[in-house]
């Protein structure tokens, strides 16, 4: 919860800028100002928490050191996840390709045909020209009876 924030002011604030903001702030949110309102009575516990702790001056330093070591580590967090992230795991296919090579006859990593197989299973025609082995013009034309 950044109090600063809460408040409405900057870190610089001083002490009179700091309870400036807590006074508008508490009579804006305050429950005998908003009856029946639970988010504004919520709000003005904030406030008055906020007001605690930035207008005491041990308890502001307290804080703002809290506050500088939890952004360092987030910091730090942020940037071991950015190298880890940077490397990607190659996926590796392994028998995978090769049954789907041997079911359609070619290679879908290379797009190859040709992978040492007789040319009725690589999908190549008499001529000696490729065919896609996914093509079903031929069953459809026979299907239909267009042949």
Known sequence: MDYYKILGVTKEADEEQIKQAYRRMAKKYHP?????????EAKFKEIVEAYE????????????LKQEKTVERGRKAGQSSAKESVVTPQMDFGAFTK?????????????????????????????????????????????????
């Not at 005998?32 to 504004?40: T, V």
């Not at 702790?53 to 703002?64: F, H, S």
């Open 99 to 147: 049954d789907m090579e041997k079911y359609f006859g070619f290679s879908f990593m290379t797009g190859d045909s040709s992978q040492g197989q007789d040319s009725a299973q690589s999908g190549q025609k008499v001529g000696g020209s490729k065919k896609n082995p996914l093509d079903v013009t031929e069953m459809f034309e026979a299907f239909m009876k267009m042949k």
């Open 32 to 40: 005998d100002l908003n009856p029946n309102n639970p988010q504004a």
């Open 53 to 64: 702790t930035l207008g005491d001056a041990d308890r502001r330093r307290a804080y703002d």
